[in-house]
Antibody, heavy 121, light 106 residues
Framework: QLQLQESGPGLVKPSETLSLTCTVSGGSISSRTDYWGWIRHPPGKGLEWIASIYYTGSAYYNPSLKSRVTISIDTSNNQFSLTVTSLTAADTAVYYC?????????????WGQGTLVTVSS | IQLTQSPSFLSASVGDRVTITCRASQGIYTYLAWYQKKPGKAPNLLIYSASTLQSGVPSRFSGSGSGTEFTLTISSLQPEDFATYYCQQLNSYPYSFGQGTKLEIK
């Protein structure tokens, strides 16, 4: 059974940089049929897709965040990561990592439990 | 690609049949998924490719549509179905979600 687990700080200060890691177990992050993505859910708002990456390093970004976001992948450790710079209170959200299953046209079928990130001084 | 869900809020009773609509700003063939989101939990994939039921999802959930208009139907609401529902287009990056439909108990 595929499992994903987010890790990272729960509290970060405005203007600082957030780094999150997603560890994948029960399957290979080098799967040729999967992309790996980050999604966030700000309190009281809807879901927002942030970015996705393939095992080769090919990545796609949400244009609204692209200037501040970097997604990367570490196939040797079966992990992928997200970096968000210049944080503001608007970046406060639960951050999820998930698998995009291209065998089934790309839906997010496995998710981590989510990690709450609060941006506050 | 923008997705617009309607209604944004829906009040219904156990046993009711409900339908949620998702409209895309441009054609996306059948590259659409539906998720159920409960507070404190990760979203749960219900439907992909517009009408394919994800393994383990009850058959009272169904999806239809293609192009720009899609629907999610719950045939007979159960108490555990009260949640927020989101559509997501998978036709092209950046993938986008609808704004959500909150289904509440009447």
């Amino acid at each position: 059974q595929l499992q994903l687990q987010e890790s990272g700080p729960g509290l970060v200060k405005p203007s600082e940089t957030l780094s999150l890691t997603c560890t994948v177990s029960g399957g290979s992050i080098s799967s040729r049929t999967d992309y790996w993505g980050w999604i966030r859910h700000p309190p009281g708002k809807g879901l927002e897709w942030i970015a996705s990456i393939y095992y080769t390093g090919s990545a796609y970004y949400n244009p609204s965040l692209k200037s501040r976001v970097t997604i990367s992948i570490d196939t040797s450790n079966n992990q992928f990561s997200l970096t968000v710079t210049s944080l503001t209170a608007a970046d406060t959200a639960v951050y999820y990592c998930a698998r995009e299953n291209y065998d089934n046209s790309g839906p997010l079928d496995y998710w981590g439990q989510g990690t709450l990130v609060t941006v506050s001084s | 690609i923008q997705l617009t869900q309607s209604p944004s809020f829906l009040s219904a009773s156990v046993g009711d049949r409900v339908t949620i609509t998702c409209r895309a700003s441009q054609g996306i063939y059948t590259y659409l998924a539906w998720y159920q989101k409960k507070p404190g939990k990760a979203p749960n994939l219900l439907i992909y490719s517009a009408s394919t039921l994800q393994s383990g999802v009850p058959s009272r959930f169904s999806g239809s549509g293609s192009g720009t208009e899609f629907t999610l139907t719950i045939s007979s609401l159960q108490p555990e179905d009260f949640a927020t529902y989101y559509c997501q287009q998978l036709n092209s990056y950046p993938y986008s979600f609808g704004q959500g439909t909150k289904l509440e108990i009447k």
